[in-house]
């Protein structure tokens, strides 16, 4: 069974533009999740997609948002961005959450210059 | 929503000593509760879960302990070994909610 894919893995972006990252979670997950990682702020919640529907949200600006499509392919959007965008963006899929193990993909290396 | 705090941010044990990493959560309604553990550049990984329904839970050196009148949960790590050094995450989240919120992690460093 193949597991969480993000694409790309690594990525180089300049202040102001935006940028498109996609996760495809192991086949028969409905939730995916994403995350940002840096140093010393562990994983940080940006929301969360449920059958197309976002079912939770956390404490991240507008500019970041995402979908999800009907095969459970996820993508998370951040426009405009700035030079503390830079992390780690990981998702996590799960069968349909709550108690559920969550499975992370590899991770986005985002670097914003 | 849920806010889970972690300590310590770092920890460091001799091999064979057994290490404890703590985590309080905020939302009484919370009742799973993993941990995952991250090795360098490596993906984060389920390492043992516990649900509200149980106090206690076990699986060779690692256990799992929970209070849900204190909200809070616990790591024990018996006869550690230098393998066992990464970055470990708590978390929690609601039934039937994938809201998982993780703690700021704990590294720990095992020294042979």
């Known amino acids: 069974k193949a597991g969480v894919t993000q694409t790309p893995r690594y990525l180089i972006k300049t202040r102001g533009q935006q940028v498109t990252l996609s996760c495809s979670p192991i086949?028969?997950?409905?939730?995916v999740s994403w995350y940002q990682q840096t140093p010393g702020q562990g994983l940080q919640f940006l929301f969360e997609y449920f059958s197309e529907t976002q079912r939770n949200k956390g404490n991240f600006p507008g500019r970041f948002s995402g979908r999800q499509f009907s095969n459970s392919r996820s993508e998370m959007n951040v426009s405009t961005l700035e030079l503390g965008d830079s992390a780690l963006y990981l998702c996590a899929s799960s069968l349909a959450g709550g108690q559920a193990e969550a499975f992370f993909g590899q991770g986005t290396r985002l670097t914003v210059v | 929503g849920e806010n889970v705090e972690q300590h310590p941010s770092t920890l460091s044990v001799q091999e064979g000593d057994s290490a404890v990493i703590k985590c309080t959560y905020s939302?009484?309604?919370?009742?799973?509760f993993p941990w995952y553990k991250q090795e360098l550049g490596k993906r984060p990984q389920l390492i043992i879960d516990i649900r509200s329904n149980v106090g206690e839970k076990k699986d060779q050196r690692i256990a799992v302990t929970l209070n849900k009148t204190a909200k809070h949960f616990s790591l024990h790590i018996t006869e550690t070994q230098p393998e066992d050094s990464a970055v470990y995450f708590c978390a929690a989240s609601r039934m039937n909610n994938n809201d998982m919120r993780f703690g700021a992690g704990t590294r720990l460093t095992v020294k042979p």
């Open positions: 086949s028969g997950h409905r939730s």
């Open positions: 939302d009484s309604a919370s009742n799973y």
